[in-house]
C-alpha cells in the first residue's frame, strides 16, 4: 500500500531554517505530483506547496512564496520542503500528501481534498 512518511520538523525561531522530507513508497513515485498540506491548531486544512511528477511545475500560497521551496528526487523517491525565513504563523503539523493516481506532468493540484494518499504529520513549531 502507498506510504508518505514526513521526517524534519522540529523547533526552530523565527527567521531560521528547516527542510521536511517525505519518503513514499508503494506508488510509482516519478509519475505522481506531491504536495504539502499544513494545519494548525484550531484550522483547518492549509495547501502550502506542490509539485508535478517532473519537477518543472511547482505551486505555492501566497503567504510561503519566497520563502519556501518544493523539490523531488525522483531516484530516491522522495520529496522536500525547504523552509526559510519562517515565521511563527507557519507553526503547524505539516502533512506531505500525493493524488490517487498519476498525472500529466504539469499537473501539481493546490486543494487539500485533491490529494488521497496522507502521511502522518511532522510539527513544525516557531518561537518568536
Known amino acids: 500500500q502507498v506510504q508518505l512518511v514526513e521526517s524534519g520538523g522540529g523547533l526552530v525561531q523565527a527567521g531560521g531554517s528547516l527542510r521536511l522530507s517525505c519518503a513514499a513508497s508503494?506508488?510509482?513515485?516519478?509519475?505522481?505530483?506531491m504536495g504539502w498540506v499544513r494545519q494548525a491548531p484550531g484550522k483547518e486544512r492549509e495547501f502550502v506547496a506542490s509539485?508535478?511528477?517532473?519537477?518543472?511545475?511547482?505551486s505555492y500560497t501566497d503567504s510561503v512564496k519566497g520563502r519556501f521551496t518544493i523539490s523531488r528526487d525522483n531516484a530516491k523517491n522522495t520529496a522536500y520542503l525547504q523552509m526559510n525565513k519562517v515565521k511563527p504563523e507557519d507553526t503547524a503539523v505539516y502533512y506531505c500528501?500525493?493524488?490517487?493516481?498519476?498525472?500529466?506532468?504539469?499537473?501539481?493540484?493546490?486543494?487539500?481534498?485533491?490529494?488521497?494518499?496522507w502521511g502522518q504529520g511532522t510539527q513544525v513549531t516557531v518561537s518568536s
Open positions: 509539485i508535478g511528477w517532473s519537477g518543472g511545475t511547482t
Open positions: 500528501a500525493a493524488p490517487g493516481g498519476p498525472g500529466r506532468s504539469t499537473c501539481a493540484p493546490t486543494r487539500p481534498a485533491s490529494y488521497t494518499y
Open positions: 508503494g506508488l510509482t513515485f516519478s509519475t505522481y505530483a
